[in-house]
């Protein structure tokens, strides 16, 4: 049973448009959400996290949107480069009782931005 | 370079082959983690290290073989592998298990691209 869903497996933007990553769990027990960016012969980088206590996160060009109601958050970029092209994977924890530290991972979206 | 390094990056070995996959960390972490990364799924963890201590073994074959000597070392050893075991093997550190909302994750290492023949 995947608990972290990226349904979709690509998306493409033209550099300056807004890209918009989408991430959906079914665990209820997620309160801590992170969104990792990897490129090719990489590993994953920390890019932005958000709280279940917040709906949104900004950091620069990039946004986090937390919908706890419909257990789903999303991840804005604007306006979308060039070397944003990578792939992101949403990740989420349960920052309490006996799965602390544990990361749960979507499958990854890769984002090409076309110039 | 992230502050976690794996060795080899690439490795090609046969089904009867015996194989170690290193990571080692100088970022003062004691949490340490071995991801699989196959193609088209999400990273499934492996292994949970904390002070050296095994905290989780997630459902993994015992073909593959985690070793902990200390803090800033991991291990994973291999063998008799099957093709399917074929994928990217991430290691990650964390400062400790610890829960607090300020703890912003991993950091990852570089992965090691594992090819079984």
């Known amino acids: 049973d995947q608990q972290v869903k990226q349904n979709s497996p690509s998306l493409s933007v033209q550099e300056g448009r807004i890209s918009i990553l989408n991430c959906d769990y079914t665990?209820?027990?997620?309160?801590?959400f992170l969104w990792y960016k990897k490129y090719p012969a990489e590993g994953p980088t920390f890019l932005i996290s958000i709280s279940s206590i917040k709906d949104k996160n900004e950091d620069g060009r990039f946004t986090v949107f937390l919908n706890k109601s419909a257990k789903h958050l999303s991840l804005h970029i604007v306006p979308s480069q060039p070397g944003d092209s990578a792939v992101y994977f949403c990740a989420a924890k349960i920052t309490g009782g006996t799965s602390y530290g544990k990361l749960t991972f979507g499958q990854g979206t890769i984002l090409t931005v076309h110039p | 370079e992230t502050g976690v390094t794996q060795t080899p990056r690439h490795l090609v070995m046969g089904m009867t082959n015996k194989k170690s996959l290193k990571c080692e960390q100088h970022l003062g972490h004691n949490a340490m983690y071995w991801y699989k990364q196959s193609a088209k799924k999400p990273l499934e963890l492996m292994f949970v290290y904390n002070f050296k201590e095994q905290t989780e073994n997630n459902s993994v074959p015992s073909r593959f073989s985690p070793e902990c000597p200390n803090s800033s070392h991991l291990f994973l050893h291999l063998h008799t592998l099957q093709p399917e075991d074929s994928a990217l093997y991430l290691c990650?550190?964390?400062?400790?298990?610890?829960?607090?909302?300020?703890?912003?994750?991993?950091?990852f290492g570089s992965g090691t691209r594992l090819t079984v023949v």
């Open positions: 990650a550190s964390s400062q400790d298990l610890s829960a607090g909302i300020f703890n912003y994750g991993y950091t």
């Open positions: 665990n209820s027990m997620f309160d801590y």
